[in-house]
């Protein structure tokens, strides 16, 4: 069977996801809505906002959609496939990657997550949630606990409503920031945790709601400057493998995570059929879950997807169907280093519609587009994080000098990325 496809996004992990998709023998039509430069070289892109249900909903009417892959978050807490599979404008079954509302509610919301973990036993930070009536309360907590501060809206902030601080007083200022509306209705509720010390990591599965698949895992890198310096961004970079997550880390990822989340939603009877993306910190060897993302990462996507060999396509139709019982997804032993090029003045003011020069000499580097426009047949510049740039290589070391010994041969006005991606994971101690 060829399956017509529709891709839901725009960025740099939709462009990965299409990348992989495109590959497969069971692939029919390819559309993408909206898509960008890059993923509408590969599918038939649909002008259009990913909010917009009716126009998804007519899309998949129109096309003979059979499959529908949701990239970014949104979609899916605003209760996007309950919306398609409930209506009754389709004409024959909808196979949709990605979670119900029901099942969303692990990214739309950190207390509904941070409660989740603890009727199932899984590794959190301790914690506690206060709302806006409660902002005394909430200061008391926070000035009883030790520095570092994390402080949280509870609601989807888009991957800014986190805010870590040394500081006392900038940590009250951030609270009374959010309860005062900063990320609007995401900050009506707060979680306050303690700070966990360790190295952060990302790990994947694809779910039928019963099993998984292991996906490859990947680090990424938030901060803008090099030596995680400056303010937290989308994303800087990222790499897998990950040297520390070795088989007797990985088993404690899956006995005391991964298999009581999974079972934990089964109980609680959401039918979850998509990716799961768990953020992690390894303190001292032991994993405890930062967050769950009901989708997959960016940029750790751009590092992931290379890293798999089998047919992606294939296990997200056995995912959406209920079933991965016959899967098996084959991870490559290459490592892959992705680095960001962004706009300069990013993640704060930048310009937009700057000429990208120097493509053509990027092979062989693969070129996910994630900030990106076409004006007058040219590719510009219209967002923070602009192009991801992915090398494959027989280590770490070869992957990082592939990708930074071409990445200066691309421009744009104002480019800019961090030159120190990867060299953590290669100076990890006791790496092999």
């Known amino acids: 069977m060829k399956y017509n496809v529709l891709l839901l996004g725009s960025g740099g992990r939709e462009h990965a996801l299409a990348w992989k998709i495109a590959q497969s023998p069971l692939l029919g039509n390819f559309y993408a809505l909206p898509g960008n430069p890059g993923i509408n070289s590969l599918a038939t892109g649909i002008p259009g906002s990913v909010g917009d249900f009716d126009l998804i909903l007519n899309t998949v009417v129109e096309k003979d959609i059979d499959m529908v892959v949701c990239g970014p978050e949104d979609p899916l807490v605003g209760g996007l496939r309950d919306f398609l599979l409930s209506s009754p404008g389709l004409k024959k ?96 509720k707060v979680v306050i945790e303690e700070y966990l010390d360790g190295v952060e990591v990302s790990y994947f599965v694809l779910t039928d709601g019963h099993g998984w698949l292991m996906l490859p895992e990947a680090k990424d890198y938030k901060r803008i400057g090099d030596g995680d310096k400056g303010p937290n961004t989308g994303g800087m970079g990222s790499v897998s493998p ?115 020069s120097g493509l053509e000499k990027a092979a062989p580097l693969t070129v996910f ?27 770490l070391e070869e992957a990082r000098e592939e990708v930074y010994s071409r990445i200066d041969g691309i421009t744009f006005e104002g480019a800019f990325h961090r030159s120190d991606i990867a060299l953590d994971m290669i100076n990890w101690p006791g790496r092999k």
Do not use: W
């Open 93 to 188: 079954e909808l196979l949709f990657v990605g979670p119900g509302r029901d099942g969303a509610e692990l990214e739309g919301s950190k207390d509904f997550a941070k409660e989740f973990m603890s009727r199932h036993g899984i590794p959190t930070a301790a914690y506690r949630t206060f709302s806006a009536g409660q902002k005394d309360e909430a200061m008391d907590f926070l000035r009883g606990l030790r520095p570092p501060y994390v402080v949280k809206a509870d609601g989807l902030a888009a991957g800014k409503g986190v805010i870590i601080s040394p500081d006392l007083k900038e940590a009250e200022a951030a609270l009374d920031s959010i309860f005062g509306g900063r990320f609007g209705s995401a900050g009506a």
């Open 369 to 395: 587009n994630a900030g990106t426009a076409l004006k007058d047949g040219r590719l510009v510049t219209s967002g923070g994080r602009v192009l991801a740039l992915t090398a494959l290589g027989g280590s």
């Open 242 to 356: 990950v040297p520390f997550c070795d088989a007797d880390f990985t088993s404690k990822v899956v006995d005391r995570i991964i298999a009581p989340t999974v079972r934990g939603l089964e109980s609680e009877g959401m039918d979850y059929r998509g990716f799961i993306f768990f953020g992690l910190m390894n303190c001292g060897g032991d994993p405890y879950v930062i967050e769950y993302n009901v989708r997959m990462g960016d940029p750790e996507t751009e590092s992931v997807m290379p890293r798999i060999g089998s047919d992606l396509l294939a296990h997200m139709a056995a995912a959406a169907r209920g079933d991965l019982s016959s899967q098996r997804l084959e991870i490559l032993p290459q490592s892959a280093v992705t680095c960001i090029m962004v706009s300069g003045g990013y993640p704060d003011k930048y310009g937009k519609g700057y000429p990208v």
